[in-house]
C-alpha cells in the first residue's frame, strides 16, 4: 500500500519527469517473492482452493493450464455468505512495483476494490495476470481468455454460478475489452482502460525513454514489452488494440468509467468510443449496449478506490441481476 501511495503521488502527467525526481524506489532484482506458504482446502475440476497464511479475507484460487498454454493463473478468490449466483472476475492494473509486489499488489486489489463487490453479495476472484516481458493483449489476454472459459464451464459447477461479471482497472480494464471482443459473457465493466492505442503511440517517445529507467518494475516492464512488440507510431501492429474499430465485434453489454483528469490513460479514447457508438446507432448498427460515464475532478487512481464510483459500478451490475423473490 505504502509503494502504490507513493507511485500515485509522483504521477503528475508527465511519467519521464515523475521518474527522473525519484518517485519510485531503487531497482531491486526482476525475481518473485518465494510462494506464501498455503494450505490445501478444496480441489475440484481443474481447481484447488487454498487457504494462504496471513491472509484471512479470502482463499487463494488456482485453475490449471499445462505449461504450453501459459501453466496455472492463481488469485484471491472471496465468496460471500448467502452469496448470489454471478460472480466478478477482477482484472487489476499494473504492479507499480517490483517482481516481489505481485501477489501483495493483487491482494491490495482485492481489498481495495474487490471487496466493494462482495460486500454486495458478489464472489469476486482477483487473478494475477502475467506482466513483465509480455505485451499488452497477448498471453496476458489469454490468460483472461482462459479464466473467463473455465469460470463459465466447471467454475460455474464448482461455485454455483449462472452468470459472470469482468471488472477491470486500468490495464485489467484495457484487457477486459479486449476480451470483450472474444467472449460473451453477462456484462463488462472497464475503469479507467484504453479502447485504442492512441495515448501509446501519441506518447510513444516519452514512455519509450521511461521504461528504460526502471527495466525490473513489473508496470513499465510490460509496457516496454508492447511498444518493442507493436514497433513505432502508426505501425499497422498497433490495430490490436484497437476496440473502437470494431466496437460491432464486441459481445456484451460494456459499462465505460472513465476519469477527466487521467494523466495515464488519457479519457480520450474512452470518449473516441463513445462517439463511434452513438454514430453507430444513428445508422441503425446492430451493436451490444453501451454505456459511458465520465468523471470530471478524478484522477486514474481515485476510480480504484473512490466508494461512491463502486456503487456505480455495483449499480450497473444490479440490473442484470433477478428482481428478488
Known amino acids: ?11 503528475g502527467g508527465v511519467l519521464a519527469a515523475s521518474l527522473a525526481a525519484g518517485c519510485l524506489p531503487a531497482p531491486q532484482a526482476d525475481t518473485p517473492a518465494p510462494e506464501p506458504a ?11 482452493l487454498y487457504q494462504e497464511d496471513g491472509v484471512e479475507d479470502a482463499r487463494w484460487l488456482e485453475i490449471s493450464r499445462s505449461e504450453e498454454n501459459g501453466g ?20 487489476q492494473g499494473a504492479n507499480p512495483g517490483w517482481a516481489d509486489m505481485r501477489l501483495p499488489h493483487t491482494l491490495m486489489t482485492h481489498l481495495s476494490l474487490g471487496w466493494a463487490f462482495v460486500q454486495a453479495g458478489f464472489p469476486t476472484w482477483t487473478p494475477y495476470i502475467p506482466e513483465c516481458g ?17 469460470l463459465k464451464g466447471d467454475g460455474a459447477a464448482a461455485f454455483n454460478t449462472d452468470r459472470l461479471y469482468v471488472v ?19 456484462a463488462y465493466v472497464s475503469l479507467n482502460g484504453l479502447t485504442q492505442p492512441d495515448s501509446l503511440e501519441g506518447g510513444w517517445l516519452v514512455y519509450a525513454l521511461t521504461v528504460t529507467v526502471y527495466p525490473a518494475n513489473e508496470g513499465f516492464c510490460q509496457l516496454k514489452s508492447t511498444l518493442d512488440a507493436y514497433g513505432p507510431p502508426g505501425s499497422p501492429a498497433w490495430d490490436v488494440l484497437d476496440a473502437v474499430s470494431r466496437i460491432g465485434q464486441l459481445y456484451s453489454p460494456e459499462l465505460f468509467v472513465h476519469a477527466l483528469d487521467d494523466p495515464v490513460y488519457p479519457s480520450e479514447g474512452t470518449r473516441a468510443m463513445q462517439n463511434r457508438y452513438r454514430a453507430g446507432l444513428a445508422a441503425d448498427e446492430q451493436l451490444v449496449p453501451l454505456e459511458f460515464i465520465f468523471l470530471p475532478g478524478f484522477n486514474h487512481f481515485a476510480v480504484r478506490t473512490d466508494p461512491a464510483i463502486h456503487q456505480q459500478v455495483i449499480d450497473y451490475l ?5 428482481a428478488e423473490p
Open 1 to 11: 500500500m505504502q509503494l502504490a501511495g507513493r507511485l500515485q503521488a509522483c504521477i
Open 72 to 91: 496455472p493463473i492463481g488469485g484471491y478468490f472471496t465468496s460471500p455468505q448467502n452469496a448470489r449466483r454471478a460472480l466478478v472476475l477482477l482484472l
Open 38 to 48: 498455503r494450505t490445501l482446502v478444496e480441489t475440484g475440476n481443474r481447481h484447488a
Open 318 to 322: 444490479m440490473r442484470f441481476e433477478p
Open 168 to 186: 477491470g482497472y486500468s490495464k485489467g480494464a484495457t484487457l477486459a475489452t479486449l476480451a470483450n471482443l472474444q467472449r460473451p459473457v453477462t
Open 134 to 150: 509480455i505485451p499488452y493483449g497477448r498471453e496476458d489476454l489469454d490468460a483472461v481468455l482462459a479464466a473467463i472459459d473455465w
